[in-house]
């Protein structure tokens, strides 16, 4: 899932009644529910399954460098005195309270996708916000008062669970904690410590992955109990993907060596390491299924696709000659498309030869649909590969989409057919499409900038 500091429906599920108890913070059940309201439909978290289910104990005891719980009597209820503003087409059931005078543009600390690209959520120095992609509109925000920064937060598909760290010059929470946010409850529910800063997380329905600078921590959703721990070589930038598909966990995260990739899957047992590139690991994504692998480097020419179960390399595409820094890579939802994002300013669009891929997705695409991939992306000198240098073989972007060169932005397929959805941190939303028999130039659908002032929504 891309990030800047990546379709599941769920049945419905009741709002939960009133309690009685006098208690501001009872001890929440060992089962949590989660019920939505970023969307029209409730949604709630399947029963999870016990630790065990897919039989994967922990490497060892704790060492130490983390501790969790799920009592807040340590963080009461964060001050709303700046008002809760929500889209007055969100929700009916949410009232909406607008501030006397409009608060100032925020500085954006961090902007990611929630699981299934439909939504996206932004940190800020005062909160944080939820928008929606198609159509485009903000869900609702949070803005607090006196030390608001948010660095980082991962929504978990629509509904209201969401782990947030704090970040900027004035943090909400620790840089070290990950925090449970409850927004039925409007507070924290529960926490996770660590002895260094978070460099990142993953949710999925039954784990909560938390990646620090050089281990990673696997736990299970409903008691926070821990159940895996990964050493890495330094991961600044908190590099870690999960599959989606539940049942079959498949976690991706850089190795011990410069330039490689490890895969651990759960419900095998099974742990893969791929020497992807000669240079560190800049960049990489995972299909929902687990079962392709995108990955770039930091020199940022090629990218290359995997197959997880056994790391053949399946496809190498190239984004261009001179180096760049790869933002984010993102599969289409079959895997029949890869989009790149980079410092150079352009985003690309690059087919996908699935006949040598996952099988699940082999017969997922449209007849009428060619695959550029294996005809206008190949390089018209392909014909003399193995005699002149490798590039002039490559295969290049279907696509591409021009963009203002200076902000990191990343990208993602959207719902609307051959539609790709930007996000800059300089608070820019675009949607654009591609057409996949003739490629070239995208064109501009729709641009918003997300961080302008509440009236304007």
Known sequence: MATLSSAFSSPSWPLPEP????????????NLSFASHFGDELTSMPQQPS?????????????????????????PPPSLSTPFVQSASANPNFHETLSPTP????????????????????????GFRIYNCDPFREIFRRDFDHGGGIGIVEMLFRCNILALVGGGPDPRYPVNKVMIWDDHQSRCIGELAFRS??????????????????????YNFADLKLLHQIETIANPKG???????AGSLVLVCPGLQKGQVRVEHYASKRT????????????????????LLATASTKGTLVRIFNTFDGALLQEVRRGADRAEIYSLAFS?????????????????????????????????SASEPNLANNASSSSLSFIKGVLPKYFSSEWSVAQFRLVEGSPYIVAFGHQKNTVVILGLDGSFYRCQFDPATGGEMTQVEYQNFLKPEEAF
């Open 19 to 30: 309690s009685s108890n006098s208690d501001p913070n009872p001890n929440p059940s060992p």
């Open 51 to 75: 630790p065990q289910s897919e039989g994967y104990e922990p490497d060892g005891d704790d060492d130490g460098d983390s501790s969790h719980e799920f009592s807040n009597s340590d963080h």
């Open 103 to 126: 608060s100032p543009v925020p500085s954006l600390l961090h902007v990611s996708f929630n699981q299934d690209h439909g939504c996206f959520a932004t940190g800020t120095d005062q």
């Open 197 to 218: 800063e978070v460099r990142g997380v993953r949710l999925r329905r039954d784990r909560i992955v938390v990646v620090l600078e050089q281990k990673i921590f696997v």
């Open 239 to 245: 590099l870690c993907a999960v599959s989606q598909v």
């Open 272 to 291: 893969k390491f791929i020497m992807a590139h000669d240079s560190r690991i800049a960049c990489f994504a995972l299909t929902q299924d687990g079962q």
């Open 333 to 365: 939802p079959t895997a029949q498309w890869l989009a790149v994002s980079s410092d150079k300013g352009t985003v690309h669009v690059f087919g996908l030869k699935l006949n040598s891929g996952s099988p699940a997705n082999e017969n997922s695409r």
